[in-house]
Structure formats: structure tokens, C-alpha cells
């Protein structure tokens, strides 16, 4: 049995999120998979299910504190299963599931998914940090998302030996052929800038809408989300005069590719490094779509090049950031090189066939380059 323990997992939606049930729905075909995760919501009770073959244990929650969910009875799952399975895999950062590793036998294979440091919660960063290194101590290999993060992490560069870098990735055929004719949004303007995310604090939101601000010319955005910041940027767009659609909810996953297959471009302008990836550049990348994100020190600037699938931009400069959208909104030149040159990295680096052959051969020993 293979074990993938996460905070939240499908329907809830995030970067990590979507990782897992990638992971999960590959791996089921060669053994059974269960996700171990954590209500989203107060929530009395544990519940299981089985979705898609994958069996998910989503346990009794108080809620979440400090963006961490916060459940007692996770641990007892977490020591009941863990005894059953051949396979851990944790999904960091995720305390709760740090934690509980302390009580996971070292015999067991373990693996753990590193997808960013803890950024925003500095107090209790050092405390977990401490407990994150017992982990990786005992893990038999450690995943990143690319080389930059490991440079980025002080952690994980105490761990290089045990680690294999493997992109995060999705499936491209998925996207290119479900079936989204059937999807309608109300007052979708045409050739927009797309914003797509969650409102949180490290996303950049802020910076994005005092670029909007600055453009001259008319262009049309739509931003998608919801999240803590939600009333801010509620009252701080409807301020506005510019043309910007505001879709304050979290969509279905064939709203977004639908979104994402009918923009301009995307902008991706997260301000700290809590963004270490950014799986939604891939999601505009296989469909041909340029992505301006901004010059991180984790893998975000990496998964789309600057000037070669995208414009990468400093964190926090509206006025670069109101520039670069411009430019490529106006430069058909650059934009159908942009384009080609997005689609063209999305094939090279980041097909879920390639990067499910690199899981494959760290879980089950094959060597076959």
C-alpha cells in the first residue's frame, strides 16, 4: 500500500493539491493508494472514501490556524495506516503530517515531496524546521521540484545525497481534449489577461491591480479566486475604471481550463517565495499561452523562461509588471514567438510521461533511463 499524506486533497483545489492526485492517480495501477488528509473545515467527523480507486481518509478538523489545518485524531490515522502501508509519502510543508512522522517506524520506505520552505510563519518556522530535518533524516529520498528550490532551501541543502529533482507536471492530452463547450461564463470579455489563484498574500495580487491602474491602453483582465484577501481586492476592484471581470469563487476544474484556453496570457506576479513552482504555468504553457511571473529565488522563474516561454519581471514592481503586459499584448512578434516558445518548453520538460517514469523508478528501483 502506498501512503501520500497532505493537508488537503481533491476537491479542495492548490498547487500541492493537485500534485498529489497526480501522484495518486499514477501510482494506483501498481498498488493500492490511500490518501491520508485533513478536513478544509470544522468538521466533527472522519470521513472515507473512494474516489477514482483512491481511497481518502479525510479526518475530523477544528479548522485551520495560521494556514495549517489543525486535527487530533490525524495522528491515530496516521499511525494506524502507516502500519499497513509499504510506502509514505509526505507532502512538506505540512506540520501535522512532520509531526507525526516522528512516530513512523524507520524501516518503512518514506518519501517526501518538498514543494517550499515555510515562509510566512517565521515563530514557529525554527520549531518545525527542527522536526522537518528528523524527517528528511529518515526519508529514503527527497523530491524537488527543481534545482533552484534546493539553492533557495538551507534545509534541503543539508539533504543533497538524498535528493532527485523531479518537475512537477500534468497530463497533456487531458487538457488539449476534455470537452469545455459546454462551459459559459457570464460577461467574459475577449483577449483578457488572466489572473488565476488563490488570494493570499504571497500571490501578488495587489501589486497586480496597482499595474493595472497604470495602463494606458485598453486592455481587459479577468481575475479568478478567492481566499483571505477576498474583500480587499473586492473593494479595491470595484474602486476601479478599469476593465477587469472579478470571478470571486474558487471554479471547477473545466471553468479554468476553459479560462485558461480563452485568455491572452497569464500573469503569474507572486511576491515570495512561499511560491516555489507554480503548477498553473504549466497549465497556460499546454495551451500555448506566454506566462509573466516574476523573478523568484525558487523554480518559478525556471518553469517558464524569461523571453523564451514568458516575461519574468522583479516581485513587487507594478511598474515592470504594467510594462510587460503591454508589450506582450501589443507585440504580435513577440507574443506568437512567446507562444510557440510556451508550448514548445511545456513538451521538452514537464509531459507527465516523463516525469512519471522519474516516480516510477524512485519508488520501485528501475534504472531504465
Not at 502506498?2 to 493537508?7: A, E, T
Not at 493537485?18 to 501522484?23: A, G, H, I, L, P
Not at 510566512?120 to 524527517?135: H, P
Amino acid at each position: 500500500m502506498i501512503l501520500q499524506i497532505n493537508k488537503m486533497y481533491d476537491p479542495d483545489i492548490g498547487g500541492v493539491e493537485t500534485v498529489v492526485k497526480e501522484y495518486s492517480n499514477y501510482l494506483k495501477q501498481f498498488d493500492d493508494v490511500v490518501v491520508l488528509c485533513v478536513s478544509k473545515n470544522f468538521s466533527l467527523k472522519t470521513t472515507v472514501e473512494v474516489k477514482n480507486g483512491i481511497t481518502i481518509y479525510r479526518c475530523a478538523s477544528f479548522g485551520t490556524f495560521m494556514s495549517m489545518p489543525v486535527s487530533i485524531v490525524f495522528f491515530f490515522y496516521l499511525f494506524i495506516l502507516s502500519k499497513k502501508a509499504d510506502y509514505l509519502h509526505f507532502h512538506e510543508p505540512f506540520p501535522l503530517g512532520t509531526l507525526g512522522s516522528l512516530f513512523i517506524p524507520k524501516n518503512k520506505k518514506i518519501f517526501v515531496t518538498w514543494h517550499s520552505d515555510i515562509i510566512k510563519q517565521k515563530r514557529i518556522k525554527s520549531f518545525f524546521e527542527y522536526f522537518q530535518k528528523k524527517l528528511c533524516k529518515k526519508a529514503t529520498k527527497i523530491i524537488s521540484t527543481s534545482d533552484r528550490l534546493v539553492e533557495f532551501s538551507g534545509l534541503l541543502k543539508q539533504f543533497r545525497n538524498k535528493i532527485t529533482t523531479i518537475p512537477l507536471s500534468i497530463d497533456k492530452e487531458e487538457y488539449l481534449n476534455e470537452d469545455i463547450s459546454d462551459i459559459t461564463i457570464k460577461n467574459l470579455p475577449k483577449d483578457y489577461v488572466l489572473f488565476l489563484g488563490r488570494f493570499s498574500y504571497y500571490k501578488g495580487i495587489f501589486i497586480l491591480l496597482d499595474a493595472i491602474e497604470t495602463i494606458t491602453q485598453d486592455i481587459s483582465f479577468v481575475i479568478v479566486g478567492d481566499g483571505e484577501l477576498s474583500n480587499e481586492i473586492n473593494q479595491k476592484i470595484n474602486k476601479s475604471k478599469k476593465n477587469i471581470l472579478l470571478i470571486n469563487r474558487f471554479v471547477t476544474d473545466k471553468e479554468k481550463k476553459f479560462l485558461l484556453k480563452n485568455s491572452k496570457f497569464m500573469v503569474f506576479p507572486s511576491i515570495y517565495s512561499s511560491e516555489a513552482f507554480g503548477i498553473l504555468q504549466l497549465e497556460s504553457m499546454v495551451f500555448g499561452k506566454p506566462v509573466i511571473n516574476t523573478n523568484l529565488p525558487t523554480g518559478v522563474p525556471w518553469v517558464s523562461l524569461n523571453n523564451i516561454s514568458g516575461i519574468t519581471v522583479e516581485p513587487f514592481d507594478s511598474i515592470g509588471l504594467a510594462k510587460s503586459i503591454e508589450e506582450l499584448y501589443y507585440n504580435d512578434e513577440l507574443y506568437a514567438k512567446l507562444s510557440s516558445g510556451a508550448l514548445e518548453r511545456f513538451n521538452e520538460n514537464f509531459v507527465v510521461e516523463k516525469t512519471n517514469k522519474q516516480l516510477y523508478n524512485l519508488y520501485f528501483g528501475e534504472n531504465d533511463d
